[in-house]
Structure formats: C-alpha cells, structure tokens
C-alpha cells in the first residue's frame, strides 16, 4: 500500500485520466450487456430432472407445456362458431418453425382445457429449441401470433412469467436508481457538509456499477449469466462504493485537517491509503471471496449472482483504491467546497460512542447476553421454514403472466401437480405394471400413459415409454415434495427417470443441501485467513465468524417471519407463498457474510491502530467505537437507502433480498458493532490479538499493517504470553 500511495501522489492526474478513460470505454461496452443475459438458470444441470428433460426430448421431442394461451369471452361459448373460429385462425397463424406441437380444445388431447361454464378454453404449446436461449428465441416470435382480436388472451407457462420478469427487472432498476441516488447525495450532504466531497460516494457508485455491467458483459461471451446479476451488480456496486468513499473521504478529510505546510495534502492522501485504502482492500477481498463461494453450486442463477457480485464489489474497490485517491491529491482542500452551514461552523467533537463503549465494558456479559437473546429471538422462526421455488407468484398481482395463471388455474378447476416418468428398455407388461405401483403411492390420483416405444423418434435407443403421474395440490409444497420422494422409490424396471417443476425443486434443494457444507467451509476458511493477515489475531477471526453467523440468522428470521409466514404482506406489496425460495437464502447468506464484515473490518482497523499505539485493550475499543461511530453510521444509513429501493422490487425474491439485507445491516451497525463488539473484546481482553508463535512473526514480517510504520506494543508482547496468563482478568 506504501508504493502504491507513492505513485498516486506523484502521478494523480496520469492515474485519473487513465481510469476515467476506462470507465468510459467500459460504460460504452457495459451498457450493452441487458441483451446477452439469459433467463431461468435455477436448475442443476446433472440432477434426475434435467436428464429426465432431455432424454426425454431426444426420444419423443420436446413435449412440456411451454406456453399456455387461455382465450375467454363474455358472450361467446367454446361452442359458438365465432369462438371456435377465432382459435382456429390462432393456431394456424402460428409460426411452424418456432413450435414443436399444438394441442387446443378444437383437438382434444392431454392439457386441453374447457372452463366450467363454458367460457374459457386454452390452447397449449410446445416451443422448438434446443435450450432455454432458443425457446425464448421461439417465445418471442410466437407470443404475438398468440393474440385474438375476437377473444380476451392471456398467456400463461415459464416462458411467460421469465419474459414479464425481464420487464420488471429493467423497470426495478430504473426505479431504484430514480429514488436511490438522490437521497444518496442529499444525505452524502448531510453527512460530509460540503458539496464536492458529496458528490464522491455517488461517483464512485456510478463508475462501479458502469464497470461491473462492462466486466459482466465480457463474460457473457464464455458462459450464461442470468439477468438477476443486474440487480445485484446495481445493489452491491452501489451500496459497497458508497461505504468505500465514505471510509476513504472522512480519513482524507481528518488527516488533511491535521497538517499543515506544502506537503500536506500529499501526506493526507498517503495516509488515507495505506490506512483507510488498506480497510477497503479487505474488505473489498472479503466481500469478493465470499460471492466467489457462490460458484460452487452448478445452477446458472447462483452462479451468474457470484460473477455479478465480485464484479461489482471489485470494481468498487479498484475505484477507490485509484479513481478516489487522485482526485482528492488533485482537489486538495477544495474537498470542502460548497461546505454547508453546519459544516463551517466550529463544534466540539462529541465523546458519546466512547462513552457507550465503556458502559457496554464496565458490564460485558449483560450486554452480551442482551444481544445475544435479541438476536436468537429474531433468528427463532427460521427453524420451521419451508422450502421451494418459484412460480409466477414472484411476479406483481398485475403482471400479465401472473393474471393468466390465476385465469388458467379458474379454467383447470382444483390445482393438480405432476411428474414426467421416463422408462427405458423395458417391456410394455413390466410398463403396466409399474405404472399400477406408481399409482399405489399415497397421494396419487392417475397415472396416464403419454407415448410409448412405436412414438419414439427412429434416433431414440432402445424402447422408451413414458408415463404421466399426476396429483392435487400445488408444486412447491412439502406434500408434493413428498410424493416424488415416494415416487423415486418405488422398484422401478430397468432405468427410470422423472422430472417436471415438483422433481426440479426436489433435485435444487438436494443440489443446493449437498454443496452447503462446502460454501460454508470455503467461507469460513477465507474469512479466517483474510482477518488473519489483517490483523495478526487467530481469536478475532473466530470471534468475527462466529457472530456473523449470528446476525445473518436473526436476518433469515426476519425473512422467513415476513415473506414464508406472510406478515406484512399488505404492507410490502407482495404474495406469502408459505415458503422461501432454496437459492435465496444460499444467497443472502453470501451477500450478508461479506457486508457484515465490512463494518467489522472497518472497526477493528481503528481499534488495532490504538491498540499497537497503546497496548490497553479497553482504551483501544473505546477509541475504535468513539472514531467510527459516526462514519459506520452514516454509512449504515447510505447503503440502508440503497438496499430500500431494491427493496421495492416488484420480484419478490428480489425484494426479499433487499429486506434481509437492510435488516442485516441495521444489526450489524447497531447491536453487533455498539454491544456485541465491544463485549466480546472486553471479555476476551489481550486475547484479542493472540495469535501462535510462528503466525505471529509471520504476520509481523508480512501481515497487512494499519499505517506505514506502526508500532507493536501490545500485540508483540501478549502474543508469547501463555495461554492461561492471556485469558486471566
């Protein structure tokens, strides 16, 4: 950090036109990446009903229900001429490229439907492709064909509901932007006082999120990103710049108001980076490595999160560690232009989070045991959380793939489930036997043959069959879970395979529960080296961790209290499915575990500053709390007014997202950093910094050190004391 602080002192305007010509030439670039990102991605590739997916299509073609058009009227009835008409000129004006089959009332076949009353009636069909880029391909040239000017149209099926999430991305972006970013800079006032050093988080924001869209958009080019990534390079590149400026703006602006003399805005900005810059460095590593752990699971949707989050987080980074540095080296003291009222005018510099910390020291195990109660309380519901995925129930009540599915659902009558059951190589009697097995599993109410070895294709190897199992109730639930478990079950003849959307949750959530202990290992190991080097202790890493795990919890709780038991649904827009979808927690808990420690990082940084000046563990913590209160708060505030507006997302996993994670910032700013913190550190006393001999002198010849020079006063010494002697009061 000390030669990098060289060469922006010495070369800010080289190291400012260069950067500034690069976030041009990545805002060209980037700008483009809305058309490559691809849609869906929730699927394991390897699992049972992905193979069942395409062993099936090989065999018979591709034969799910890809869109469902419902036409209704008023007036007419499926039986009048005008009605059956209208549908007849529908399906011949489909695209005969872009469709594999059609089956609609006119020719009655499985998943033709006619309302009760006779009104309503659908059409059903089969889109041609080769993968989810060439069916959406196929969507978008056969849902205008699909449109009746006789008939009310609604269209319902995946393909739908991806194509109206796209639509509500985009415009969730936009709003969030529209209502984000000029509360940012109003309160980017009121925290720095001055009009130029307001406009640096918002600038930052800008160059972080245009640069993730230019790296995101690269690598489109080698792999599929899914279009949530947007949302979260938007979410992330904004709220993580704005922490990054605020922390290297406010040591600027302190070490500028210490000095004096020609030098002393070099001196500032040397300073501000290899003490401030240094902060944003692990952080910004801590936040990456933790995304990066996302990348272990096989579905595309997690993993295109991972490719959107470290690109955002990275750049961020980047962008402070250069962009930052050299302006502030080149406006100096002009930081200060425009400065408001209550920035000029002279105040003493209050005492009070000192003052709090020591209240929490003097009595550490109330405050730990208070926290820790309120933090249990809130995490309790995620106990008894249900797990699924998603449906067009993600979408607003308006959205038109929404409203087309309540219709159908009205056409169909009671909701009824199934799974697709592919037999290969068997003989047609063994076939009808299994089938009879099938149909004896709890819950099910037919079993119906779809095609069998003379419908398959002349490609297709050996004599395929495939059936049909089919039960009440609705996809996502644990009971439906249950039945394909049953189903799987059964002695099957020969190799069997099944799928459909009940069999796909069964296989994302035995997908996502297999490779859990890994991300969780992965995290865990990089937090613990990445704190290490940081900080020459193997205790606080512990520590860190440990609480972490605790504050993420209470944010699942609060997650599953709202979005899977359904309070505040009124209050929040959205409809309570009864459970959580299983990739967002997997998520969240990505997300959260890198933010939580960028506050974490940046309040030890202060405390091991005076804790090397000092060696007093208790005057060490209380200097921490009292020198970053003020700006963890107001960064706390920013980035909670960023995560709000994405709170407002129309998507509901999206917005659970942004909920959990403003709850989890607000903990973190408030119980972890002003209680849990400082109890745990007054506890654990010069334990704090204890690390084994060999760590500790290779920590001291290569560990990342707060400032160019700092002394080792404290840490040195307890760190060959015995064990016992570093855990007495």
């Not at 009048?80 to 008409?85: H, L």
């Not at 985009?170 to 307001?198: C, K, Y």
């Not at 529960?513 to 606080?540: D, K, Q, Y």
Request: aromatic share 6%.
């Amino acid at each position: 950090m000390n030669r990098w602080a060289d060469i922006v002192t010495r070369h800010a305007r080289a190291v400012l036109g260069l950067g500034l010509a690069l976030v041009v030439l990545a805002g060209l670039y980037g700008t483009g990446v809305f058309s490559s990102l691809s849609d869906g991605g929730f699927d394991d590739p390897d699992a049972e009903s992905a193979r069942a997916a395409v062993q099936t299509e090989q065999a018979f073609g591709h034969r799910d229900p890809d869109v469902v058009a419902v036409y209704s009227s008023d007036d007419l009835t499926v039986d009048d001429a005008q009605f059956r008409t209208a549908v007849a000129d529908v399906v011949d004006g489909l695209p005969a490229d872009a469709v594999t089959s059609v089956t609609s009332y006119l020719d009655p076949g499985p998943g033709a439907l006619v309302s009760d009353d006779r009104h309503a009636a659908t059409v059903t069909i089969s889109l041609a492709g080769s993968d989810q880029d060439a069916r959406l391909e196929a969507y978008d040239e056969v849902a205008p064909t699909l449109q009746s000017d006789v008939l009310e149209t609604d269209i319902a099926g995946q393909w739908a509901v991806f194509d109206d999430v796209n639509e509500t991305v985009s415009a969730d972006i936009a709003r969030a932007e529209m209502i984000s970013m000029p509360l940012v800079l109003l309160l980017s006032l009121v925290v720095f006082g001055s009009v130029v050093a307001a406009l640096m988080p918002v600038g930052v924001g800008m160059v972080a999120v245009l640069g993730a869209f230019a790296v995101v958009r690269l690598l489109t080019t080698v792999t599929d990103v899914s279009v949530f990534a947007i949302n979260v390079i938007t979410l992330l590149g904004l709220g993580l710049a704005i922490d990054y400026a605020l922390f290297v703006v406010s040591r600027f602006r302190e070490e500028l108001a210490a000095r004096t003399g020609d030098d002393a805005v070099a001196g500032a900005v040397r300073t501000t980076i290899v003490t401030a810059g240094r902060t944003v460095l692990v952080s910004g590593l801590t936040v990456a490595l933790a995304m990066s752990s996302l990348l272990i699971f096989p579905q595309t949707f997690l993993r295109s999160m991972a490719y959107g989050g470290m690109a955002a987080v990275l750049v961020a980074m980047v962008a402070a560690l250069t962009l930052l540095p050299a302006t502030l080296m080149l406006l100096g003291r002009r930081i200060e232009a425009g400065a408001m009222p209550w920035r000029r005018r002279a105040r003493r510099s209050s005492t009070g989070w000192a003052r709090f910390a020591h209240a929490v020291m003097r009595r550490p195990v109330v405050g730990l045991v208070l926290a820790g109660t309120l933090l249990i309380a809130l995490a309790s519901p995620f106990l008894q959380v249900a797990w699924g995925s998603v449906d067009e129930r993600v979408l607003p009540a308006d959205s038109p793939a929404r409203v087309a599915a309540e219709k159908l659902a009205e056409v169909a009558g009671q909701e009824t489930s199934s799974a697709e059951v592919l037999v290969e190589d068997a003989a047609p009697a063994d076939v009808t036997a299994y089938a009879q097995s099938l149909g004896a599993v709890p819950g099910v109410d037919e079993v119906t043959p779809v095609a069998g070895p003379e419908q398959a294709k002349a490609t297709a190897d050996g004599t395929p069959s495939l059936l049909r199992v089919s039960w009440e109730g609705t996809s996502q639930s644990e009971a439906s879970q249950c039945v394909i478990d049953e189903l799987r079950s059964v002695p099957a003849p020969g190799e069997v395979l099944i799928g459909g959307p009940t069999a796909q949750t069964v296989d994302m959530l035995d997908s996502i529960g297999e490779r859990l202990p890994w991300m969780a290992g992965l995290i865990a190991v990089t937090m613990f080296a990445l704190l290490f080097v940081a900080f020459g202790s193997v205790v606080l890493p512990i520590k860190a961790i440990l609480v972490n795990i605790v504050s993420i919890s209470a944010a699942f709780g609060v997650v599953t209290w709202i979005f899977a038991e359904g309070h505040l649904e009124g209050l929040l827009g959205f409809t309570s499915t009864g459970y959580l979808d299983g990739t967002q927690p997997i998520l969240m808990a990505a997300i959260l575990f890198g933010l939580s420690m960028d506050y974490e990082v940046f309040l030890l940084s202060r405390i091991r500053e005076e804790w090397d000046a000092t060696g007093d563990n208790v005057a060490a913590v209380a200097a921490g709390v009292q020198k970053t209160g003020r700006i963890i708060t107001s960064a706390a505030l920013l980035l909670a007014v960023v995560i709000g507006a994405f709170a407002t997302s129309g998507i509901v996993f999206m917005k659970m997202i942004g909920v959990g994670m403003l709850v989890a910032v607000l903990l973190d700013a408030t119980v972890v950093r002003l209680v849990l913190v400082p109890a745990t550190m007054r506890l654990l006393g010069r334990a704090n910094w204890w690390a084994p001999g060999p760590m500790r002198r290779w920590w001291e010849r290569y560990g990342l050190r707060e400032g160019p020079s700092a002394p080792v006063t404290g840490s040195a010494a307890s760190s060959d004391v015995e064990p016992e002697r570093i855990l007495a009061p």
